[in-house]
């Protein structure tokens, strides 16, 4: 059995799968990892024939192996299904000297949408599985990309609810266009007159709030997480790197066992995670790139070991990597400094208190699977009007950081291994941006201008649920002040 512990846990006690899910984020504020790590149980020859949802089945089973095979399979249908506008789910499309693999056809076009369609159906199975009799509620702060991703993965999903909140003023058109319009009569949401950080601050203070729980408990209902830390976030990330490489090898780029480099572009560590979980079940991956935008505190620390937040808040043109504290990095931690709890909670104690720590030398070594590269936003405008000059491929911008850090590990390193780009977001998500970095100056249009705009300079089409956006109906207008945040929580459970 793969059981989980948290990594804060100095009792080592353990719990499975489905408990963990279940819970999101352990009691003492550590995050679940496996107390044992799987092995692949076939050789990787075997799955290099599998579609999508087997290939996940093998993957998902090491993993969450309380969960019987019926019912992987039957979340497993209900998440991979016609919401996703390909087959293949998740294609690798070569451009130039990369490989792009798009994550982005999902219901939302964002790579959260991969995750975030399976997440509430193994909730919704754990509840069964523990006997859990109450509802889930899902809080979730967002500055975009995970609010409507969640929401769409949990709309309808019999026994949960989700409440989201977003800045009014801090999300861009086509982002409050996508949530204003979600349909769903579990689903609700709210623009606060606050930023994100005021949104973040406050869902975690009303989901720790002990007469909150208390009331809700009594209408039987707990809340639980949909975050990037939920371990049953983290798991399904891992089955889109062994379907890049089997398209490698499809292709023929690579023949099998070959090694391949990845370049990720981070902002909760949550997607590279789980690139190093997959070389760690066997995937022969030399290294994964992490990229980061001027929010460069990745970057520093895996080149210095040093991991310093005390920085100024860059906003850039690929929100969804602002950030500055990276919870998922705490997972990597974990392994490096030995799987020793202790040691983990004097590093974030550090961390917490003084705003950086520094690792050892010996722990320090071991992250040797990893090399990190920052672009600026010229880079990245750079980036976007090369790569379709170059290669006749439009990226979005968190893509490109991820495009650029890879050209500057080509040109450092000379690397012969094929390089896999992961392509988060449609870049009609962010027509402004890529407009701008097409035409060279600012454009004149917003919203869904600029993307008709940038429709008509080119060749890819607008996916359907962002097209439908424009007439849907605007079903959510509610903004509320910070202050009554909780008590609208408490109003909307039903
Ligand atoms: C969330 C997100 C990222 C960052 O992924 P992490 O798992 O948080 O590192 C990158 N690009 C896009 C478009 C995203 O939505």
Redesign the pocket.
Known sequence: MTQYRSTRDEQQQTLSASQAILQGLAPDNGLYVPATFPKLKRPLADLMTLNYQDLALEILHLFLDDYSTDELKQCLQAAYGDQFDTAKITPVKIAGDLNYLEL?HGPTS???DIALQLLPHLMTTAMQKNQATDKVVILTATS???GKAAMAGFADVPDTQIIVFYPKDGVSAIQKQQMVTQAGANVAVFGIDGNFDDAQTTVKHILNDSKINTTLAASQHRFSSAN?INIGRLVP?IVYYFAAYQQLVQHETIQLNDEVVFS??????????AGWYAKRLGLPIKRLICASNENNVLTDFFKTGCYDRQRAFHVTT?P??D?LV?S?LERLLFEVLGEDPKALNNFMTEFETKGKAQLDATSYKRLSDFVAYSADETQTLTEIRQTQTNALYTI?P??AVASFAAHQYLAETQETAPIIVLS??NPY?FPETVLHALTQHQPLETGFEALKALSNVIDLKVPRNIKRLMTAEVLHDQAISVDDMATTVLKTVK
Not at 264 to 273: A, C, H, K
């Open positions: 982005f964002a790579f959260k975009g990309d995970t990037s990330q990720v572009p981070t902002g909760n560590f949550g997607d590279i995670l690929s969804s990597m950030i990276s998922n979005d968190h893509t988060t977001a998500k």
